[in-house]
């Protein structure tokens, strides 16, 4: 049975309650969690606020950066204990596991690397005045995160926090925790201080909510559904702090006829079946020149036939849907692409051999006449692309701009001065040119507008979202 981490100790929930936990492969209980309540969101929030005072808040950027390093190295050091953990708990293919894990390695080393570089300034005022600016940690900070990406979302999340010397409570998230709970308790191994780093596990309505609303918190970060973001950006107004919402997308891919094929099919093919289409950042909507549309549909029917989707052992190209609401979502829009007169223009395959009751969907390319069905609107997070085609490059800027999201892009063609226009024409907060995903993609800046959510993480950047300025104004003159 799995604990939680509270002010450095594994603990059972306050109440003794637990949560089942379900293998997405089969469908499953094959362990349980603790049912946090507010009781152990009080804790832990208590255990952050007292590391602040404490042993951890009297670290030197230095020295918390020195942790995070060697708490990169430890996650290398367990990586495939870390990796087999993560399977088991989401069902990603084993080596998609793998590629995470070296990501959150990636994370606390990048991170521990930057503790010591961010530095203040001085600002020229008047005479006999000295002013600093200098950066100060939040406090305490709240990361609540999703099931897609367990292990790297945790340390996207805590790894700038801890950075900048703040103290976390982490609620992941009930459906996939358990890589979280052993890397928070890898952290104490390395010798982070009791408090620095508390995971509560629960279900999004009791600890999710009373982490978000609690008020000893100083930040939130969430990533998830717009429909939980706007409650968490409800209950961080009541507090009045600052909360980062990272909320999802329905990126578009924008091919142009003089696309390099070879390169742009197997990228839009990786980035909509890549971990089952459940990644914010999915490419999964795809707009083609109409003179080159039928020629793209063509190779790219012939790369969905050969997907596969298996058990985390068969490492085929992605595994089952993370639970039985996914797989349910999945299967309705499918059902909802056909009733709209859309046509499935290929799809691929699930493995002979996969176990009775596993979550698995198959990849599936959709072709559209225009972009007015839902499927081009709503996030289903699964490996469905739906596919249109357009005529001038301002109608292709205005169809990916045409939903409410707005988290990535990518524009395919070898015209430079499209590139750069197209690019700077999509409402994003990042586009690709000629390429799509950075595996992991750490030192880039990354986080949404419009209804994606708001504010950043990764890069340098997220430095700054979790810490604020203060400006000492230092008068020096002679008094006498
Ligand atoms: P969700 O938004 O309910 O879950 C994300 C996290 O929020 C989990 O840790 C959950 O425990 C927590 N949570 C849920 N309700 C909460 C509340 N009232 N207060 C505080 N925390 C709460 O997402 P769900 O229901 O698992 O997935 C539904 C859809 O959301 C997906 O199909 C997908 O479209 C989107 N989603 C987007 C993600 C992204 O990466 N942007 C990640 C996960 C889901
Ligand atoms: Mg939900």
């Not at 002013?131 to 900070?141: A, F, K, N, W």
């Not at 990406?149 to 925790?177: H, I, T, W």
């Not at 190209?317 to 692409?337: D, L, S």
């Not at 176990?355 to 469905?384: M, R, W």
């Amino acid at each position: 049975m799995t604990q939680m981490i509270i002010n450095g100790e594994r603990v059972n929930a306050a109440d003794g309650r637990t949560l089942d936990v379900v293998s997405p492969t089969d469908g499953q209980v094959f362990t349980t969690i603790p049912r946090g309540q507010s009781a152990d969101i009080d804790n832990a929030v208590a255990s952050a606020r007292a590391a602040l005072s404490g042993d951890w808040g009297r670290k030197t950027a230095l020295d918390r950066g020195r942790l995070l390093v060697k708490l990169g190295e430890k996650v290398l050091e367990h990586h495939e204990e870390l990796a087999q953990i993560e399977s088991r708990d989401t069902g990603k293919p084993l080596s998609t596991s793998r590629a995470d894990i070296v990501a959150l390695a990636r994370y606390f080393e990048f991170y521990g690397g930057g503790a010591d570089k961010v530095h203040g300034q001085t600002i020229p005022y008047q005479t006999d005045y000295s002013v600093q600016l200098i950066r100060e940690p939040l406090g305490v900070t709240a990361h609540i995160i999703p099931w897609n990406y367990p292990a790297q979302m945790f340390g996207r999340s805590v790894a700038p926090a801890l950075a900048m010397g703040n103290a976390c409570v982490v609620k992941p998230a009930e459906d996939a925790c358990l890589s979280v709970v052993r890397v928070a308790e890898l952290a104490l191994e390395v010798g982070f201080p009791a408090g620095a780093l508390n995971v509560v596990t629960g279900l999004g309505e009791e600890a999710g909510a009373a982490l978000s609303r609690h008020s000893g918190i100083n930040f939130i970060t969430f990533t998830g559904s717009n429909e939980v973001g706007v409650l968490i950006q409800k209950a961080a107004a009541e507090n009045a702090v600052k909360c980062v919402l990272e909320l999802g997308g329905k990126s578009a891919h924008v091919v142009f006829d003089d696309a390099n094929l070879n390169v742009a099919v197997p990228a839009i093919v990786k980035g909509i079946v890549y971990n089952t289409g459940q990644t914010c950042t999915a490419g999964s909507r795809l707009l083609v020149q109409r003179s080159v549309y039928d020629k793209v549909m063509q190779q790219l029917a012939q790369a969905f036939s050969s997907t596969r989707a298996g058990t985390p052992e068969m490492d085929l190209t992605c595994g089952p849907v993370v639970n039985k609401a996914q797989f349910q979502r999945v299967k309705h829009y499918v059902e909802k692409g056909l009733s709209e007169g859309l046509t499935i223009i290929a799809e691929g395959t699930i493995a002979d051999g996969v176990p009775e009751g596993g979550y698995f969907v198959k990849p599936t390319l959709f072709s559209a006449p225009d972009h007015s069905s839902c499927l081009f609107q709503d996030e289903i997070f699964g490996p469905v692309l739906v596919a249109v085609p357009f005529d001038t490059e301002e109608e292709a800027i205005a169809l990916a701009n045409a939903t409410d999201y707005g988290l990535l892009g990518a524009v395919w063609t070898e015209n430079g001065g499209r590139q750069q226009r197209v690019a700077r024409g999509i409402q994003a907060g990042q586009v690709y040119i000629n390429g799509f995903g950075a595996g992991g993609g750490i030192e880039l800046p990354f986080g949404g507008v419009k209804k994606s959510g708001h504010g950043r993480e990764k890069g340098f950047i997220a430095l700054e979202e979790v810490s604020t300025t203060k400006t000492i104004i230092h008068y020096y003159g002679k008094t006498n």
